[in-house]
């Protein structure tokens, strides 16, 4: 028994002076054999620096390998074993089980401690000596990128020194609980018990302070694709910036808001209005002033491209219509779904941004997002006749005034906007002059036709003004949470299948919507974050549900009016045309645009005085404005121009006008398949599903019939 308490006493002391030889960063001298590799021989020798004598006595010299050994015998290459230090302690996986030659006792006990690990080096026999390391804590990756695994390791580690310290908790509250119920009367050893469970608490606290960082950044690196963090880099040099620059540009920024919050305003009234009667007063006015105001500033702080916008859409107003009906041919209760409908979308959308899943968006090509546009623009400038239409199936037969009246207010509107921004490109005046009236011209011109509908021999004619509540009011006077909770688990585990279709709508929408801002022709400077937007627009939609207000989507039209109103042109000389000299890219004008959207509840019988002709003149400008260099809808015109005064690179010329008229077809096919999807209330649930067609039927349908070089001339390149 002497002897083998003597032998372990020896060995713990061997590891002792180990672990000490360690601290004090003595392995870089540890004996080290080097070997020199010529064409026909090969020389092995061993040096070794003195550490100490003690220690040499203990950690003798490992003999030389003889020549034949570790010998590849496939590429008869020679192997050389080195012992690298490393302040770490691995895994079992890294140790060698195979047992050490004789005399390699610094070896043994660096496999059984865990200090040290291998590295392999072979040298080929080769006349440029050429070496390939392979270390053990490394791993080669099938695009061939070498990964390093000690990242893991150390979580590894981390994680199993915090289950190590719990676990000492646990064994000293289990003795003292020994202790009481054994030597209840010893107060001496209950003490030390007690004293043994505090100190092993400290010691877990510290443990998990020191550690618990470092797990929770490997754990969220593990959780958020590269795509992301690569966002949040991108953006985050930039975010005080972003606030910044409008007070460096207020003279441009100040005219924006006041623009931009009449624009943004109109589809906040009219589709609040549209809801309100197609969903019975469920979902009114002032749940989408709310909603777009606050959702607007959140968007403003949280997302990658500030300069886009999200506001209320007709294809989120076209889901929600169905949703309703939907729930209401079954006699569902709609609160409950509609927010079950909205968490499920929200997580759903926050994952999609999460992962990194816009970079698929790149698939969605020019093909797509001209269509797309296309159908906003349309449906805006619907709305707008849509409007007008009813003040004339409304109007007394035999006096047609008030409806002719309210189309000239709001054709006078769309005009007045329109030359007044074309006026910056004009030749009249100069410069200064032709900024401040683009930049002010448009809020002139509302604030115009309002005091002309107030003035008595217009009010005669009794223009319809906008309806608004007189106070605030949620619809019906239901509570502001929604009490979710009440429907049934299996309701709200099947409200997931009609929020892959919303979610579906939202990725699409959203991604489209921030393409078009990033274009290169906006010239747009600080970069985008596709994921990061999603991730947003994710968050935001949790939270509208909840609380039962209307979804929010990427808007194309006022985010691309956003940017241009916050762009400065120029002419070039050289090229004889106006292009763009910079863009004020800032969060602060949409902040404050939506603030004020907001902060309009407070303001509701004011906004009786603005006539709807005025708002119906407004969405006019926003959806022509959108069809500016959409190619889908010149190439309409296009296929009735003359082919010797188009361009010599236009697709008539290269390709022929009848392989250009037969892609524009399919665009026009498509276009009317999404607006009688999105105008039947039956399908209109179904409706994103048909916008993702059209991926499908631009990656593997169209280039059946056109070449890449056709596409190419078309337009529409591969995204490869």
């Known amino acids: 028994m002497k002897g083998i308490c ?13 672990s000490v030889v360690q601290i004090v960063g003595a392995f870089p001298n540890v004996p080290i054999h080097t070997t020199a590799t010529t064409d026909t021989t090969t020389t092995t020798a061993t040096t070794a620096i003195p550490i100490s004598n003690s220690i040499q006595n ?10 034949n050994h570790g010998r590849n015998p496939k590429t008869r290459c020679r192997r050389i074993t080195k012992l690298n230090a490393s302040p770490f302690a691995f895994s079992k996986k890294t140790l060698f089980k195979r047992s050490p030659p004789s005399g390699d006792i610094l070896g043994s006990l660096c496999r059984k401690d865990e200090i040290l690990h291998r590295k392999r080096t ?18 080669k990756n099938g695009d061939g990128t070498t990964t390093s695994l000690r990242k893991n390791k150390d979580l590894i580690t981390a994680v199993d020194e915090v ?22 009367a010893n107060v001496s050893e209950v003490k030390g018990a007690a004293q043994n469970v505090t100190t092993s608490a400290g010691v877990l606290t510290k443990t998990i302070v020191t550690n618990g960082p470092n ?10 694709s590269k795509e992301m963090r690569e966002d949040i880099k991108t953006r985050r040099q930039h975010y005080k910036s972003d606030w910044l620059d409008a007070f460096k540009n207020k003279r441009q920024c100040v005219p924006a808001i006041l623009f931009l919050y009449f624009a943004c305003l109109a589809p906040v009234v009219s589709f609040g209005t549209i809801s309100s009667q197609i969903t019975e007063g469920a979902i009114g006015v002032v749940e989408f002033f709310l909603a777009s105001g606050a959702a607007g500033m959140a968007y403003s702080i949280l997302s990658g491209q500030p300069m886009a916008f999200i506001a209320p859409t007709g294809l989120t107003l076209a889901f929600i219509s169905g949703l309703f009906r939907f729930c209401t041919l079954r006699n569902i209760a709609f609160f409950p779904i509609y927010t079950w409908v909205g968490l499920w979308t929200g997580f759903f959308t926050t994952m999609l941004g999460i992962r990194g899943s816009s970079k698929f968006i790149r698939y969605c090509t020019r093909f797509t997002d001209e269509i797309f546009n296309s159908l906003l623009s349309i449906n805006f400038i619907y709305e707008a006749f849509s409007s007008l239409r009813r003040n004339f199936l409304l109007a007394d037969p035999s006096n047609l005034s008030m409806p002719f009246v309210s189309l000239s207010i709001a054709l006078g509107t769309y005009w007045s906007t329109l030359q007044i921004i074309a006026l910056q490109t004009s030749i009249y005046f100069n410069q200064r002059i032709r900024k401040i009236t683009k930049d002010f011209g448009p809020v002139a011109i509302i604030f115009a036709f309002a005091a002309l509908n107030n003035r008595p021999w217009v009010k005669k004619f009794q223009v319809p003004t906008l ?28 409200c997931a299948f009609p929020a892959l279709l919303l979610t579906a709508l939202c990725f699409m929408d959203q991604n489209i919507s921030v393409r078009v801002v990033n274009n290169p022709d906006n010239k747009l400077k600080k970069g985008s974050a596709y994921n990061l937007d999603m991730v947003a627009l994710g968050l935001i939609t949790t939270v509208l549900s ?19 109103a916050l762009t400065t042109m120029k002419f070039d000389e050289e090229t004889q045309s106006v292009e763009v000299d910079h863009v004020v890219e800032t969060r602060t004008t949409g902040f404050i645009i939506h603030s004020f959207i907001a902060g309009t509840l407070l303001l509701l019988p004011a906004l009786r005085y603005v006539p709807i002709p005025v708002v119906s003149g407004v969405f006019l400008f926003l959806g022509r404005k959108l069809m500016t260099g959409n190619t889908f809808l010149k190439r309409i015109l296009d296929a009735f121009a003359e082919q010797k005064r188009l361009p010599p690179e236009h697709p008539i010329n290269t390709l022929g006008r009848k392989k250009m008229n037969l892609f524009t077809s399919i665009q026009l096919l498509c276009l009317v398949l999404l607006w009688t999807f999105k105008q039947n209330s039956a399908t209109a649930i179904f409706f994103p599903s048909v916008i993702g067609m059209l991926m499908f039927i631009r990656s593997f349908i169209l280039p059946r019939f056109f070449s890449e070089k056709e596409l190419i001339a078309l337009g529409d390149p591969d995204p490869e």
């Open 546 to 564: 909840i609380f039962g207000l209307p979804w929010m989507c990427g808007a194309t039209v006022q985010s691309m009016n956003h940017v241009k």
């Open 215 to 224: 797990i929770i950044s490997k754990l969220l690196s593990a959780v958020v």
């Open 122 to 139: 072979w040298r080929l026999p080769s006349n440029n000596n050429c070496l390939r390391s392979v270390s053990l804590d490394q791993q």
């Open 58 to 67: 203990i950690l003798p010299l490992r003999p030389p390998q003889n020549q």
């Open 163 to 184: 289950k190590g310290a719990a676990q000492n908790v646990t064994n000293s509250a289990s003795l003292l609980k020994k202790t009481i119920v054994t030597n209840g």
């Open 6 to 18: 003597k032998g372990f006493s020896l060995y713990f002391s061997a590891l002792h002076i180990l």
């Open 467 to 494: 309806e608004v509540p007189s106070t605030f009011q949620l619809a019906g006077g239901r509570n502001f949470l929604v009490p979710f909770m009440d429907a049934p688990v299996w309701t709200r585990l099947l």
